[in-house]
């Protein structure tokens, strides 16, 4: 059941990001200006930096990552997910404004688009990673919605509007997340809900998305990505169900693109300098990663990697078909023929982390603990902060119910959660590595926060006051968790209506 605690007022952010990308983008602007630097553009944003003080973007945007967890759409595979934002951070790096606070996400939504929203918010849909054919075209979006962000443009808009679009927004989100109605329920949506703002929002994003354009494509440059990636990307979309008539993808309903905008951008990326070619076998790896484990069933991705692998390809698309193919095959239960490929491709790449992990998941899942036990201790020695190592080796240490295991995953997971607090997966994991091995305190809090960050406001709540009711607490004890109750509650506070929904 769709959790329904942080309902209300997401549902006003996020669609509010999504009508600001809602309006046609028809500006044109010839002058490329010196591509070796930062283009020089007016600072429009400067009294839309009032509307919202940081910290009520910050908090906008944690209470939009908890709406996003509660539908369950959020992609929380470590490798996929890291690589993305790893992506995305390193374009902020290269942006205008590299002390800006972002948070990189993926959701598993088929529809080809992506979203900026407040407080630093970028989503990629799945469809729009699966639709891409480099890393330079994903790149190229990413650093699009980036320049929407510093450039400041939904908050524009808001002011322009005297914040009347949040209260017309309301009730949309939850058919952008919950993914039931697809496209034509949210352009109803749109449609019914926005169209006393329409105009006005078509009025700012005109500007905004050829701004986002602009600035998005010296990012894109500077980080050391294909300039042509951006421009390449729109084109190949906008010709996509062009013959047979059908609605375009979803990026282009959101972010539409004509062709004197694809010609500029064309344009601009001719006059910059583009990087050396390299393989992009990482992308491709968690392209196929996401294809494989993100698909409904196994049988369709075994399908589409075994149709893929008959076609022409670069040695590295080849790599990751096969990588991809064994993944789905052992969701499938194929055993036998996915460790032939993860062997083959171990033999060209002894060393490639997603190729070691993939093997130590085979293994658990063919009842050899001990040996994936052994690659994954190993590997974790090798490289102790690494994110998903840590996380499948963990994941790993629990199955056998073991509580000296159970301290070693505890201690892992605590030293994880000091990079990544906001993470719920590791607080889930910390709570039953806490419980198997007999620490039932630090038990109920790592699973209060688990549901917090989940969007499961209630039950984290109920969680914290049973901590509180025990007799056995120390002052310590009893004192930060009276503290973080009356935080969760403050929290809770802005939320009372949702359970009205």
Known sequence: MVKTTVRLMVRSLLATALLHSAGPALAQDSTLGRQDQRIA??????????????????EYARAMLMQMRAYEVMVEDPLIADYFADMGYQLVAHSDQPEQHFHFVVLDEKRVNAFAAPGGVVALHSGLILAAEDEHEVAGVLAHEIAHITQLHMFRALENTQNMTIPIALGMLALVL????????????LAGGAALQQQAWINFTRANEAEADRIGIVTLTQ?????????EFFERLNRINRPSGEAPPEFLRTHPVTTSRIAEAKARAA???????????????AQARLRALYEKEAGPAIYWFRDALEDP??????????YGLSIALQRDRQYAEAEQLLERLLAQRPNHLPFLLQKASLDLAKGQSEQALASLAELH?????NHAIATQYSEALLLDDDPDQARIAATILREQLQRRDDEPRL????????????DDFNASLALAEYYFRSGEVTEALQQLD??????????????????????MRVIASQFDHSEAD
């Open 271 to 285: 006059n910059m300098e583009r990087p050396e070619t390299r393989d992009g076998l990482n992308f491709y790896l």
């Open 466 to 487: 049973m901590v509180i009711a025990r007799q056995d607490l120390s002052y310590y004890q009893r004192s930060s968790t009276d503290a973080r109750l009356e935080e």
């Open 41 to 58: 553009l007016p600072d429009l944003g400067n009294s839309a930096r009032h509307v919202l003080s940081e910290g009520e973007k910050e």
């Open 223 to 231: 980080a050391g990505y294909d300039p042509m990636g951006m421009a």
């Open 178 to 189: 919950a993914g039931g109605g697809g496209g034509e329920a949210i352009s109803g949506a």
């Open 381 to 385: 020695r090798g490289f102790p902060g």
């Open 427 to 438: 607080y889930r994991l910390l709570a039953r590595a806490s419980a198997l091995s007999g």
């Open 313 to 322: 390809a670069t040695p590295s698309q080849i790599e990751a078909h096969q």
